[in-house]
């Protein structure tokens, strides 16, 4: 049909509409772990990233911000499955939305001050801009679904 799909309970996300985009087959599944996986490997290549940020006070400063960022998208994209009630499930997408933002705006202003490889902050903007839209599609398909059921 194409929209997301969740089970509020496990996690679990049917996104036939961007399957080419996010590199899956026609009909395959978008799971839990699968975003579970990919978040941390996001959270990860924004580590190594900031590696080879230059050494002074600026680059230390949004190093730490763009650092809990990133981890905090895997972090509060984990803890959805601990979601108490689909008003919860739906706070805690919220929570994943805005660290997925703010990353992206860290990464912005490194490209902005070419901290370090443009290549990397571009491949890292998109899998960020990715991950926000996976996550607002679900929010959207979430609050629909709640309406529908009233």
Same mark, same amino acid.
């Given at each position: 049909? &194409?929209?997301?799909?969740?089970?509020?309970?496990? @996690?679990?996300?049917?996104? @036939?509409?961007?399957?080419?985009?996010? @590199?899956? &087959?026609? &009909?395959?599944?978008?799971?839990?772990?699968? $975003?579970?996986?990919?978040?941390?490997?996001?959270?990860?290549?924004?580590? +190594?990233?900031?590696?080879?940020?230059?050494?002074?006070?600026?680059?230390?400063?949004?190093? +730490?911000? !763009? !650092?809990? *960022?990133?981890?905090?998208? /895997?972090? #509060?994209?984990? *803890?959805?499955?601990? /979601?108490?009630?689909?008003?919860?499930?739906?706070?805690?997408?919220?929570?994943?939305?805005?660290?997925?933002?703010?990353?992206?705006?860290?990464?912005?202003?490194?490209?902005?001050? #070419?901290?370090?490889?443009?290549?990397?902050?571009? +491949? $890292?903007?998109?899998?960020?801009?990715? !991950? $926000?839209?996976?996550?607002? /599609?679900?929010?959207?398909?979430?609050?629909? #679904?709640?309406?529908?059921?009233?």
């Amino acid at each position: 049909m &194409g929209f997301s799909i969740w089970d509020w309970r496990i @996690g679990i996300c049917e996104l @036939g509409f961007a399957n080419w985009e996010l @590199g899956l &087959g026609w &009909g395959e599944m978008m799971d839990k772990r699968t $975003l579970q996986n990919r978040t941390m490997k996001f959270a990860i290549d924004v580590i +190594k990233l900031t590696e080879g940020f230059p050494k002074n006070t600026a680059a230390f400063v949004i190093e +730490k911000q !763009i !650092i809990r *960022s990133a981890t905090s998208v /895997a972090a #509060n994209y984990r *803890s959805i499955s601990r /979601a108490k009630s689909k008003m919860d499930f739906i706070n805690k997408l919220r929570i994943v939305e805005e660290e997925a933002d703010e990353t992206m705006f860290w990464i912005e202003l490194c490209k902005e001050l #070419n901290f370090t490889d443009q290549t990397t902050l571009n +491949k $890292l903007h998109i899998e960020a801009n990715e !991950i $926000l839209s996976i996550i607002v /599609a679900s929010i959207k398909t979430m609050k629909n #679904n709640l309406k529908r059921k009233q």
